[in-house]
C-alpha cells in the first residue's frame, strides 16, 4: 500500500527533529508579529536584549536558542513566554497547524502584466 501524506506527517510528528523545527518556525513568527505591533525594528530589539542584530537574524533563521534567550527576548517584546505540553492530538489540531490539513496547491509564480492601455499599445505596433 503506497503512502499518504498524511502517513508521512503522523510519522514526523514523533520526530524530534521536526517537533524542534516547529517550535523555531513558531517562535520566529511570534516574534516578528510582536514587532509589528509594538513598531520595533530588529535593531531594537537586539539593542533591548543585549545582542547583535546578527544575532536576531540568526534566531529567524533557525538556531537553537536557550530558555534564558527566550526569556530575554520575552521582556524585550513585552510578552509573557508559555512553554506547554498538550496532550498530542491538540497540539497537532488543524487549529493550531492550519498548514497540516489545508488541501496542497500547484505552485503558480505571479506575473506582473503591463496596465491594458500598453498592451493594446504593443499589439497595435
Request: no cysteine.
Amino acid at each position: 500500500m503506497a503512502r499518504t501524506i498524511a502517513d508521512h506527517i503522523e510519522e514526523l510528528r514523533h520526530d524530534p527533529e521536526f517537533v524542534a523545527d516547529g517550535l523555531v518556525l513558531d517562535l520566529a513568527e511570534q516574534m516578528l508579529a510582536r514587532l509589528e505591533e509594538l513598531g520595533l525594528t530588529r535593531a531594537e530589539l537586539a539593542r533591548r536584549m543585549g545582542v547583535t542584530p546578527a544575532y536576531i537574524t540568526k534566531i529567524l533563521r533557525g538556531a537553537n536558542v536557550s530558555l534564558l534567550t527566550i526569556a530575554k527576548m520575552a521582556v524585550a517584546l513585552e510578552a509573557v513566554p508559555k512553554i506547554t505540553l498538550e496532550p498530542r492530538g491538540r497540539a497537532f489540531s488543524a487549529a493550531r497547524r492550519p498548514w497540516l490539513t489545508a488541501p496542497v496547491k500547484k505552485f503558480v509564480p505571479e506575473v506582473a502584466l503591463p496596465p491594458p492601455a500598453l498592451r493594446l499599445a504593443e499589439i497595435a505596433a
